[in-house]
């Protein structure tokens, strides 16, 4: 089932998807960063909005945003309008809704500049005809503050309410994001949340609100130091185990019902033919890349050094990933390679 949860104020709730079917004005959408996230992501989107709608979408390759009108045009029934803009100011100046899904903090930043540029503070809402607040989500993973320090952008850009800036950080991989199955991690006012969830689940199935702007990414940086650590420790034991003498497939068997399981044991275990659907399975191709798992633990440690939350394992455990990543053999991999890097038996 699709379903929004709020976890923050008011908490557990569960909702349907809900899509207005009452007659309304054209929506327009911009979609900027079409890389392996954002690219299907926009493809989901624009097939399920009315073709009364539009989208124009954007990335610094224009080959990607080239083939994505193509693809959208070509291969799929209906949606929404589709044009390539000429820079994500181009893209977003007309929008009511932007979206953007970009790699780091500095492509956050830099697309914003552009972005707000094109509207040079003169769009206040009601003046301009419009009859929505503009409404920017960020999908990229990047570090609280960054997000914050964008947020206050838009708003001293388009003061009185003209524009929101939300974070809506999302886990599923590419895998969640081609199937429009991913689940968003969302930081923004309460009342903003039910005009974003509509959107965000046409592109996934499971909205959770984690809060004010901010908190999305606030979440998910601390899942993703979990996950860091948890797949580390998950290719030591196995490892350990199977230099034991253990049977990978029965020490797996053990863990996963016992205290040990966790998603990188059961799911995505690192030994190859314990999960056949697992990435070691298929020389470590796919999955979740150990660039990115590197890129989420930097930017959880230097959250966690501005709260002044301790962590004692991410030293050793960024340690680890950028020597395993520089390894020939690792390099470009899933991040459950580090199981190869340990030396362990394939
Ligand atoms: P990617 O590197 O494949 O794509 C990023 C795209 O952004 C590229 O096409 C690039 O050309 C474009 N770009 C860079 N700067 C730009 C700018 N200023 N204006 C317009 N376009 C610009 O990255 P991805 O895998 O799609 O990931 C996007 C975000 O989602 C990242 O923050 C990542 O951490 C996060 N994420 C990725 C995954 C995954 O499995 N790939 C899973 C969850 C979250």
């Not at 920017?136 to 914050?148: A, E, G, K, L, N």
């Not at 020389?283 to 990115?292: A, E, P, S, V």
Request: charged fraction near 20%.
């Amino acid at each position: 089932m699709k379903t929004t949860v709020r976890l923050w104020k008011p908490a557990l709730r569960a909702q349907r998807r809900a899509f207005s079917s009452t007659s309304r004005r054209l929506d327009s959408y911009a979609f900027i960063g079409l890389g392996q996230m954002g690219f299907q992501m926009a493809r989901n989107l624009q097939s399920k909005l009315p073709p009364n709608d539009t989208v124009r979408v954007f990335d610094i390759n224009k080959a990607a945003a080239d083939k994505l009108v193509h693809t959208m045009q070509t291969q799929q029934a209906g949606g929404a309008a589709a044009t390539v803009a000429s820079s994500a100011g181009d893209a977003a100046r007309e929008a009511d809704t932007v979206i953007t899904c970009l790699p780091e903090p500095q492509h956050v930043k830099s697309a914003y500049a552009d972005i707000l540029s094109a509207f040079d503070g003169r769009d206040t809402g009601e003046a301009s005809g419009r009859s929505k607040p503009r409404l920017f989500i960020d999908c990229s993973t990047i570090d609280p503050t960054s997000s914050r320090e964008v947020a206050a952008a838009v708003s001293s850009a388009l003061p009185n309410g003209a524009g929101s800036f939300v974070d809506a950080p999302m886990s599923g991989g590419v895998v969640g994001a081609t199937a429009g199955t991913l689940t968003f991690m969302l930081g923004a006012p309460e009342g903003l949340v039910s005009r974003i969830e509509p959107i965000l689940l046409r592109m996934g199935k499971r909205v959770l609100h984690c809060g004010p702007q901010g908190a999305g990414l606030s979440a998910k940086l601390a899942n993703n130091y979990l996950l860091a650590i948890e797949n580390i420790a998950t290719a030591e034991a196995m490892n350990l185990g199977v230099k034991w003498g253990l049977d990978p497939k029965v020490l797996a068997s053990v863990i996963n019902v016992s205290t040990g399981r966790c998603w990188p044991s059961e799911i995505n275990n690192p030994v190859p033919g314990v999960v056949d659907t697992a990435p070691a399975g298929r020389d470590y191709q796919g999955g979740f890349g150990i660039g990115l798992m590197r890129k989420d633990l930097r930017l959880a440690m230097l959250a966690a050094r501005e709260a002044g939350a301790v962590l004692p394992l991410a030293e050793k455990a960024s340690e680890v990933y950028a020597t395993a990543e520089a390894d020939e053999r690792c390099k470009g991999r899933d991040f459950s390679v580090v199981y190869r890097w340990l030396g362990g038996k394939e």
